[in-house]
């Protein structure tokens, strides 16, 4: 194996395994080594007492069929590149905005509809409004015309400038803008810019100052165009449909493999060594790992060490799955919901409660007369580093937190306490434990006012080591480790001489 192998890849997350599955589709032969028994990192499903849980995402862009939308549905081109297919269902809302003083805004596909919410409640505002969303459509007019590549392939770069010379253009001024200061240039109301931070905090854990307008331009465009879907079996189905195309073409999934370090020889990453000590050499490795981890534990080199403070580190998660009677949950309930009960600590550990319901739209996920539910809020591994794991305090003071989210909850879902029939919780820790990144984390993100080409893209300063994943251009999200797995594959497809086509 390791004479023939061209690319190793460390992690089975869905920016490893798009990367592995595209090398491997065009004829590469690779092996993506994964210290889990099962794919997806944050991606993926658990079953428990006839339920399946999503561990962490259920939010989807990029699954559109019709290409005529643009290009940002990935998951759509990648699964039919790769001759697999995926059930997914349509939300007709991305997220449902629970805020204090009555504040409701659901996010509707329907992109006038949910304008209409807003200016209802802001009539004074209506031209900032439409200005600010209309700022966030010309970027997603610019970005779903352009096709998936590597920002540091010359080729691709070239290619698409001589094509599209005056978006190209226009793009490199809209890197210079965050979506606050731009949302600020339109709208004063401070309730609705408040609804605008949350709007960037949902999916980017920072307020829209520090959310570049182009990420922007992407998460809150694309719901109204290629929407967003929800795969029929869990979110487990999308890592589980790539690990299928990726097999297809020869691809191997090692799984209970746990990469324990980089090989590098004179400079260039050769292989890696695995947790029982065994050496796999590849000409190129691909680390789904973070920033963090892959540097400050599996390279073995003082002079790459991360500090700490070279990015913002998001903090971890604290999680908890509910198996409840059905009967509470209303049939004209969205699947995902955003609860903020004070602003003053929206953005605090704790302060914002995520909420989904994924059995209102496949109701497979739990038994018959039941319901699936999911919440979350952000916490950090210093909170519980007291406890022994295992040990009953553990076990109680997870209880009694999660006990004090779903209290919270019933804001939104009356008689959630007494419908609990089955609670599964997981704190920053089991983040660290499952997902092996530092502290739980949810990545590294900007600083305020950096332009987001400042994001590492998936070279590194080891040659022949690769990065692919939420450390890496765009950031955090499924769709966006889509596209750095897909830049990923294009750049090193073109340095070893078979580029990839265009998805
Ligand atoms: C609670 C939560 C909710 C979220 N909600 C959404 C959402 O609704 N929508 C959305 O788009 N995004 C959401 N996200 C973010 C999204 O899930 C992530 O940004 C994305 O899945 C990260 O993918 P990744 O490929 O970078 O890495 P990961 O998912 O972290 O996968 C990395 C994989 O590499 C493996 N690995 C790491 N080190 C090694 C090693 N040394 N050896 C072997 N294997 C290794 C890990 O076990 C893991 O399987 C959410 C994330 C969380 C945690």
């Given amino acids: 194996m390791s004479e023939t192998l061209d690319v190793i890849v460390i992690g089975a997350g869905i920016g490893g395994l798009t990367s592995a599955a595209l090398l491997q589709e065009r004829g590469f032969k690779t092996i993506v080594f994964e210290k889990n028994a099962f794919p997806g990192g944050s991606c993926s499903a658990f079953r428990k007492g ?124 809209k890197t210079l803008y965050s979506m606050g200061g731009t949302a600020r240039r339109f709208i004063s109301d401070p309730e609705l810019l408040r609804f605008i931070d949350l709007e960037s905090y949902s999916w980017a854990v920072q307020d829209a100052s520090s959310t570049p307008l182009v990420n922007a331009g992407i998460c809150l465009a694309d719901r109204h165009h290629g929407g967003i879907n929800y795969p029929i079996g869990g979110s487990g189905a999308i890592p589980d449909a790539l690990v299928k195309g990726y097999e297809k073409y020869g691809g191997s999934v090692r799984y209970r493999s746990e990469v324990k370090s980089v090989i590098v020889e004179n400079g260039a990453a050769v292989g890696v060594r695995l947790a029982d000590g065994s050496e796999v050499r590849a000409r190129a490795v691909v680390s789904n790992a973070t920033v963090w981890d892959t540097f400050n534990r599996l390279v073995d080199d003082s002079r ?20 409840v009677d059905g009967s509470i949950v209303p049939n004209d309930f969205h699947m995902h919901h ?69 209290a919270r909850a019933e804001s939104i879902l009356p008689g959630l306490q007494k419908g609990v029939e089955l609670m599964v919780t997981a704190t920053p820790q089991t983040h660290v434990r499952y997902l092996n990144r530092r502290d739980g984390s949810y990545g590294p993100l900007l600083k305020p006012g950096q332009n987001v080409l400042l994001k590492p893209q998936n070279r590194t300063p080891v040659k022949n080591l690769f990065s692919a994943g939420d450390s890496t251009f765009p950031g955090q999200g499924v769709i966006a480790v889509t596209y750095s797995g897909v830049s990923c594959a294009s750049y090193i497809a073109r340095q070893f001489g078979k580029p990839l086509d265009y998805l």
């Fill in 338 to 406: 955003i609860i903020v009960d004070d602003w003053a600590k929206y953005d605090k550990l704790g302060g914002t409660i995520y909420f989904s319901a994924p059995s209102v739209l496949d109701p497979s996920l739990a038994p018959e007369g039941k319901h699936a539910l999911h919440l979350f809020v952000t916490a950090e591994t210093s909170q519980w580093e007291q406890y022994e794991r295992q040990s009953p305090e553990y076990r109680n003071a997870k209880e009694e937190f999660a006990r004090s989210v779903i």
């Fill in 304 to 323: 790459l060490r991360v500090p700490e403070d070279r990015f913002i580190k998001a903090p971890s998660w604290f999680q908890i799955w509910l198996g």
């Fill in 50 to 173: 006839g339920y399946t849980f999503d561990a962490g995402a259920s939010v989807f862009y990029g699954f559109n069929e019709d290409d005529s939308v643009g290009t940002l549905n990935l998951h759509a081109r990648i699964f039919r590149k790769l001759g697999v297919s995926l059930e997914t269902v349509p939300d007709p809302v991305q997220i449902h905005y629970h805020m204090p003083a009555g504040f409701e805004v659901p996010a509707w596909y329907d992109r006038r509809r949910f304008l209409d919410v807003l200016i209802r409640r802001f009539p004074h505002e209506k031209e900032g409004i439409v200005k600010f969303y209309d700022a966030l459509e010309s970027v997603y007019d610019i970005l779903s015309s352009l096709p998936a590549g590597s920002l540091e392939d010359v080729m691709h770069l070239a290619g698409v400038g001589a094509k599209h010379p005056l978006k190209t253009m226009a793009l490199g001024v």
